[in-house]
T-cell receptor, first 113, second 116 residues
Framework: KNQVEQSPQSLIILEGKNCTLQ??????????LRWYKQDTGRGPVSLTI?????NTKSNGRYTATLDADTKQSSLHITASQLSDSASYIC????????????FGAGTRLFVKA | DTGVSQDPRHKITKRGQNVTFRCDPI?????LYWYRQTLGQGPEFLTY????????KSRLLSDRFSAERPKGSFSTLEIQRTEQGDSAMYLC??????????????FGEGSRLTVL
């Protein structure tokens, strides 16, 4: 069964610190992997998208990595800010005749002053 | 605002009542998706449209749920005889898919349903 698992489930860090969120998937055949940020009560907003051939992609203080061999991705947040407090959702798309997206449950990040 | 818009943002209803949510996608997007999200979980796929055609429905979409996209533009999601388990955030997303290439998903702010 195609699955996307994220860890940790939640994380508390101090403002200014770095953190790394993990995503493991079993989706096959793989098409692309995306990270979304979702503020409480809002819709998800795309941070990065990576295809099979891409190992890393950055968006400001957010850097995503992808290891398609081990089926793992990480999202690294540098110099965290209070506004980074949100859920971060890993989404993997498979292509089997058509695209299908599978969402992880998300990691809830709390940045404290 | 040229993003995906959803209406209403919040809906409180009594069990057994019908509710309808509306989604206006980004105008040039040909695909429109509906998702349901409960607290602490990622969005769960409900259904999607390619223009006006409803191409896939999840088994989560019971007979009480119906979605339409009559002119290939806006879409509605209706829930009949609501149950407390229907309480969730209903998210709409749209994308522009060309020649088999998957477009980026743009989400609306969601419609939060509370069934009392």
């Amino acid at each position: 069964k195609n699955q996307v698992e994220q860890s940790p489930q939640s994380l508390i860090i101090l403002e200014g610190k770095n953190c790394t969120l993990q995503c493991n998937y079993t989706v096959s055949p793989f098409s692309n992997l995306r990270w979304y940020k979702q503020d409480t009560g809002r819709g998800p907003v795309s941070l990065t998208i990576m295809t099979f051939s891409e190992n890393t992609k950055s968006n400001g203080r957010y850097t995503a990595t992808l290891d398609a061999d081990t089926k793992q991705s990480s999202l690294h947040i540098t110099a965290s800010q209070l506004s980074d407090s949100a859920s971060y959702i890993c989404v993997v798309s498979e292509f089997l005749g058509g695209f299908k997206t599978i969402f992880g449950a998300g990691t809830r990040l709390f940045v404290k002053a | 605002d040229t993003g995906v818009s959803q209406d209403p943002r919040h809906k409180i209803t009594k069990r057994g009542q019908n509710v309808t949510f509306r989604c206006d996608p980004i105008s040039e997007h040909n695909r429109l998706y509906w998702y349901r999200q409960t607290l602490g979980q990622g969005p769960e796929f409900l259904t999607y449209f390619q223009n006006e055609a409803q191409l896939e429905k999840s088994r989560l979409l019971s007979d009480r749920f119906s979605a339409e996209r009559p002119k290939g533009s806006f879409s509605t999601l209706e829930i009949q005889r609501t149950e407390q388990g229907d309480s969730a955030m209903y998210l709409c997303a749209s994308s522009l898919d060309l020649s088999g290439a998957e477009g980026e998903l743009f989400f609306g702010e969601g419609s939060r349903l509370t069934v009392l």
